[in-house]
């Protein structure tokens, strides 16, 4: 998503809160967020990533708990009386080859779970959330005199993939740490840089990711009669599909269904045993999102028997992304907040994204108030430039091999966004 004006100028740093960390911290931050660049870590395999956060947490004097569902950090700072609030930072790359050209651009490789390796790029930002956060909680540490209460720091692995948020509830989250008044956590955008973007009530999409696997009986390409055409039978599923969407779901619902992946055989004239496909379904409704759920097993069975299938088709869940909903008076507390260290006309209100986070799920397992929002990381020259031409749907956004966000001022400026949200609920330390 991007925002759709550019910020009037604004100082970089604002003063009101915290005072802005020496050079030499952000200095440090700088470097920091360059080395994760350089050396991303797939989804559930951030164990340096883990390592870089765990020595930042204790020498900042943090009671730092690692592992938390499998490579998780948690990081408290207790500082009197107060309202408990959780920053969250995730901290995964994507399996992609980057192509910013950047002098600190991923060279590093990555092998997933199924034995595939190939090469690895944060390019989704999550490695300046990990840096935001962890200058974030540099000022708190340092500046104990302008806050009151407790800030829950979570460093979570996993989130491209739907697992980390779910792996460090089921590794105890909640009964292992205090319980917090509300959960906040941002995203780095392709919008100018030192504007920012927030929604009400559903913010983001479910996603669910499943894997269907068609049974049909090979043969020579020259005797169909001998077979049961699974490629054939994939093509039918494929536009028997898209029937949900256009026949099924409501003109004031939405939902995306998309079959990204289609694998079957190897020869032109060689009939494959099985045909497997890959769907991805985008839903911003649970109602919607179950009956969708519900009427994919419906016609892939159905196409399958109507083709003589000589087995039921495998539907295998991939991973889904919760619903982000963020509590609309925190949200309201928030976009405030953000107003007072961003030029408020660059705090915009934003249509519901149709990306997915998992997020959600700590709000949710708490049954506390959570707010999600949207900073943005684009040189705002280059955006403006862009605005001017024409072209801002042509800048690089999340997961484009060309991301990555401009790292001043981006970096302070999400140190700050976040420390503002915090404030809101935080006691002033008078
Ligand atoms: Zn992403
Ligand atoms: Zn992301």
Partial sequence: MSASSSPASSPVWHTALFPAPPTAVLDRLDALYRDLHAHPELSMQETRTAGIVEAWLAELGCAVTTGVGGTGVVG????????TVL?????????MQETTGLDYASQAQGTDPSGRTGFV??????????TWLLGAAWLLAHHRDRWSGTVLLVF????ETGEGAAAMIADGLLDRFPRPDVVLGQHVIPAPAGSAAWTAGTAMSASDSLEVHLHGRGAHGSAPENSIDP???????IMNLQTLRSRETGMRQSAVLTVGSVQAGNSDNVIPDEAVLKLNVRTFDEDVRRRLLSGIRRVVSATAAGAGAVAEPDVIDLGAHPLTVNDPAATLRVAAALRTVLDPDAVIESPPATASEDFGAFGTAWCVPSVFWF???TDPDAFAAAEAAGTVHELPSNHSPAFAPVIRPTLEIGMQTMLAAASAWLGDGS
């Fill in 87 to 95: 920053l969250r930072a995730d901290m995964d790359a994507l399996p």
């Fill in 121 to 130: 790029a944060h390019s989704c930002g999550h490695d300046m959330h990990v």
């Fill in 231 to 237: 490629v054939v039978m994939a093509a039918s599923a």
């Fill in 156 to 159: 979570q692995p996993g989130e």
């Fill in 375 to 377: 900073v943005g990381g």
């Fill in 76 to 83: 408290v700072l207790a500082n009197g009386g107060g309202a």
